[in-house]
């Protein structure tokens, strides 16, 4: 019952700042529960709206010392503080990533960002060239990535566990958004389904980015070309609802991907399948401790957390003992503390342990690649489409 | 704990002749317990082999009266005899199907067919015509559609309960065919693997067709189009041995279907979700006694077979109370139960109960319509065609 | 995809006749299904109801040739045709088991009956010392070690890949009895709460009998004793309808044993795990294609009947590939089938294959014990106490 | 999407003790992330170890300020001090619980303790007669019952939605004790097997505890007498690593509850499954997102934390939407937040809302007596006996 996983040694605390995640925010919470789990960071600063008096209240509420209505000044005076913030995590609809990111690495100041990136792929790469020039760290909050399985799961495949990788069947279905909700004015539901602030994509960019990074983290793949069918199947809704996508990977490997806000019954049902020549193995978020292996022609098993087969990569990933759950938080944790390494690494003017791994730029503009290349397939009747990177 | 089913009244059993189903076959051994199983049928003569020794031996096994080794001279001398056989199971690779079931049918001798119903689509329509003039039963072993939870979803998409259908999602990956066994001269893998035996389809047209049929079956909906990307990733096999395929049905219900034989760690996934504006469901053939329903916003619930909540539809094809699981021999005896109301009402000169229903000679002909049409997208690089109906 | 299992060659079918199973009962249909699946037999006489015309009305809905309404009669009669039957199947309720197979046996007609063997241990030792001298084939169709997968348990621990024993955990529970049924009339309910018919026990002897023969069945342990404390929950009733027993075996190993018929939501949950020094098992039989295996240290896997690991036990028992799921239906046919074995054995004078196995005069007896056990340590506020065998 | 819980308003950090949970430890990490999760504590000082090196050392770890080689010189000092610590969470082994909080309480420092109360029962009742005087809050981590599932499953049986208890089937399954782990010195193993500091009950003490708590919690009812059998398996153990228990409640609901240490396969198996006259419920604590419910024939519905029907008491206990799990820190965390809540309320001089529900020093003291009345139990050859209360 040792605890198994290596974790960040004590140093004084990154101070962090926010942008986002005000009172009626979701991913926001998530967000700073993540930063606080490992106590690798201190959140100090916030700019929580851009309405002075909801971001002070915010700020009461938190406990933040500092906040701000204006990200721009944000960036600007946290930077000159002598104990400013060396870390921002932007918890914005999508469409003020860019711009809020830009204010901050040009300071040099660390970014964790959520996903995606941008809400367009000019955007993206425009600011992939810029935090690459500052040489600040950017970590993009695809989350799904720090679960331990997955790390597990990746590992195996990197190891040739599977064999040559035949086929990778990723989907992500839910069902929140299969009556308009966008019209009731709940804040999730408006700007996710607002080309203006979400981006071409519905659930394309909302969920369809992260199972294709999931995908792709796990295997290792590059993605040839795409044949996309996106759907808007609730009446008046301006962005896709449901897509199904047909890959094609490098080296042969085909595969699915589904992603929908219209199946009724789904909550996060996102699950990745990869088959090889030698083993098969799945993945669900939803039971995320299990990882399923069945070699050819042998037994389905199940490997848990920290139980037997498991291994080093895993083991990182792990707060506790086998056959105690951990869930969501912990994952997205897991982004936070990697993120951290790197951080510290950098104040240190070392190099970062190089099992350290997250998503962050590349990933970034190869998911807003991702959308667009949906919705050009789409609206080309479904043609094959490369990524535009 | 009473029996729900009400099964075929008794009468003298139906006579039952069989081409295919020798010593080293799979499925003539399914048919045949599937025959045996309500007791409505009595197997009295039989072509197991075109070679009279094998033939003889196989019904020997059997105890079979009457052997042949040409099935013609079968159909024209059971037509012959006063005791002659009523209906013949045909159990032969795809290419036989049509050659054989034309000298029986045409003898008024009531076909039960393996699927697909040919191995070319000209051939299908053809056959189909020349059976429905003859005016005999022509019963196609779709088997899973005999499975009671799949009549129950059907039932529930029928009366409205998921409302307006939205998604089919259907599977069907296995892993027999992952490495070159067609090389060793395993009989199964052999003919399935021979375009000239099988059909121009691999997986497509050896479980593609189940996928295809039991959405179409549970669903009742039209496809419109279909955009398919078939692989042969074994070396030098001839056929598909994987397939993925977009779907778009009439009123704008969209789908997809995924078929492999090189899916490792899967040995029968055929598996089904559909949603709908009201609900989703799910069967998968493994664990066939479960039907999972998720009402919009309410709890995934799982209906058993004759337990809370399932209907008369379900119960038609029960034999035994909930919680004692029936299984593939059951589901596939269904299809031989529903023949033989409908084989009884013939010889009855009556109509049989309307809540009869089996796939027949228009599922026989979609089945290969879809085969083709998966054949044709692909040829196109994943273009959208139409079934050739 | 080759069918696994070996199946009894082709002989003549054995003569079988029934006592019990008319119109309203349940389990003489499954007894029949079970008896026809394989082929092996050929029911054609019946004692199907004490009363003549019922009687003659279950052997016309049959097809069976020749109905009796007395036992007796049936069993005198018979012994002279010269084609009378060579087996009795007796699906009455358990107060005539003995008296019914008394009469067959004596006249060397091999018996395959329902259990529990007797509803009194006097009665069950009586019968058995009556079936030993007579030297009749005596199959009890403790059903559930027909699954391929108890069958294949069973072998493991026999092959020593548990380690030793520790832990015997097994449970039935029901909740068909949850509400006064028997005051309804309804059939099954009515017999199986009155002690005159069922027994001294309730639950105990319909279903903790089937608990008790599997957890013996697949451990190969001997009890030392056991301590019971059984209720009847539902008010008036007369036999228990939930039992708790603890239980300790010979050689050091414990157990647990729960079997009821009010537990809210359980329709047929027996379920089996065992606990080695090396490794645990369980199987559960909603779900009997599986067998799940963890090694102390390792992975959950979850074998398939006919999947990779599955060995020769399983294999006989076997009709079709994994992944096609077999059932109840076929597990009770294994019952029949190794019956069968045994009978064309002693029909052929020689001895029958040594893998042939099926419960018989010593579970039977032991079986009844262990509801008088039970019956014996509850009223002793949960003493512990042997079987008296 | 929204946050459905409603958390504790922001007000300066309780002020947190740590007493044990140094570098080898285990639970004290927990405890650790529990009390920041929702940033309502500060963990300022703590005597991490009775070296004052080593405590020294995790002080310097873990970044907190103030470190003692001795708990009494902690509670003196901390005591005085004006920003001395409001609260001290006990993780040291059992023996140590009660000396410890003794220092503390009598100092009015509020109270979170491991389970079980103490090593011994006299101890435990000498303890809560002090703790009860002094008016501190006093919490103790039963931290299962802060999983939003069992919140879920109290209310519904205080709702009476399973209608009047009959059965409470609970279980505890390890293996991490399969072989003699303490020999090797592994810490957990020793101390845990050790009855002088972990008291005379082995499994029965380190889990049994968190299922008979788990049961009471969950059903209200008072246990009336209990049978116990336990084992110790490994050879040289000193304390029982199996542990097979009958229950009876007042009311005449029966139990049974099994705890063990060498069930190989197992990681944290609990498992808790409550029958009533109208319905049964099943949880699990490796998937505790999900609560089972299964009307007396009805279906069994999968109810999910935040999903269709679940209720306030489970939304409490939620930071995060339905499909994205939580877990066993986010559970223990809840322990923590209710503690804080109560904290709080005390320092606010109010009362805390009534809805907030926590294990304290009643549950920690019939916790320790049920670990007597086993072994009480088990010396009389599993003797029903009563809780010395």
Redesign the interface.
């Known amino acids: 019952?040792?605890?198994t996983g290596a974790h960040v040694?004590?140093a004084?605390?990154i101070r962090l700042g926010m942008v986002g995640g005000g009172r009626?925010a979701?991913i926001g919470?998530?967000h700073?529960?993540a930063a606080?789990?490992?106590?690798q960071y201190e959140l100090v600063a916030g700019c929580f709206s851009a309405d002075a008096e909801k971001s002070l209240a915010s700020a009461?509420?938190?406990?933040v010392g500092r906040a701000y209505a204006s990200f721009a000044e944000m960036a600007a005076r946290e930077a000159r503080l002598k104990d400013g913030i060396e870390a921002v995590a932007i918890v914005t609809p999508n469409h003020l990533h860019a711009p809020v990111a830009m204010q901050f690495l040009k300071r040099g100041i660390h970014v964790i960002c959520d996903k995606p990136l941008t809400h367009s792929l000019a955007e993206a790469k425009k600011l992939a060239r810029a935090a690459e020039a500052s040489g600040v760290v950017f970590a993009l909050t695809h989350n799904y990535t720090g679960y331990p399985m997955v790390r597990q799961a990746k590992a195996m495949v990197a190891a040739g566990d599977?064999?040559d990788i035949?086929?990778v069947?990723v989907?992500y279905?839910?069902?929140?958004l299969?009556?308009p909700l966008e019209a009731s004015g709940?804040k999730?539901a408006d700007w996710r389904t607002d080309p203006a602030r979400s981006g071409a994509g519905g659930s394309t960019g909302d969920i369809g980015t992260h199972a294709y990074n999931l995908a792709r983290f796990v295997t290792g793949l590059t993605l040839e070309e795409l044949?996309a069918?996106l759907?808007a199947?609730v009446p008046g809704r301006r962005v896709d609802d449901?897509a199904?996508v047909?890959l094609?990977f490098a080296g042969?490997a085909?595969?699915?991907l589904?992603c929908?806000q219209?199946?009724?019954?789904?909550?996060?049902?996102l699950r990745l399948?990869v088959?090889?020549?030698?083993?098969?193995i799945e993945w669900a978020?939803?039971?995320?401790?299990y990882l399923w292996?069945?070699?050819?022609?042998?037994?389905?098993?199940?490997?848990?957390r920290g139980?037997?087969?498991a291994g080093p990569d895993a083991a990182r990933m792990t707060?506790?003992?086998?056959?105690?759950?951990?869930?969501?938080?912990?994952g997205f944790a897991n982004i936070y503390a990697e993120a951290a390494r790197a951080i510290l690494a950098r104040r240190a003017g070392t190099s970062p342990d190089p099992a350290v791994t997250f998503p962050g730029l590349a990933e970034g503009v190869e998911g807003v690649a991702f959308v667009d290349a949906c919705v050009r397939s789409s609206a080309r009747?479904?043609a094959?489409v490369k990524l535009n990177l």
Chains 1, 2, 3, 4 share one sequence.
């Open positions: 019952m040792a605890i040694a004590r004084p605390r009626d979701f919470a998530v700073r529960i606080r789990l490992d106590d009461a509420d938190l406990g599977l064999g035949r086929l069947q989907e279905p839910q069902d929140w299969s009556e709940q999730q044949s069918d759907q199947f449901n199904h047909m094609r042969g085909r595969g699915m589904w929908s219209v199946a009724a019954g789904c909550e996060n049902g399948r088959f090889g020549t030698k083993a098969g978020q939803e039971d995320p401790n292996i069945t070699p050819l022609g042998g037994q389905r098993s199940r490997m848990t139980g037997g087969g707060r506790i003992p086998p056959g105690h759950p951990e869930g969501y938080l912990e009747n479904a094959w």
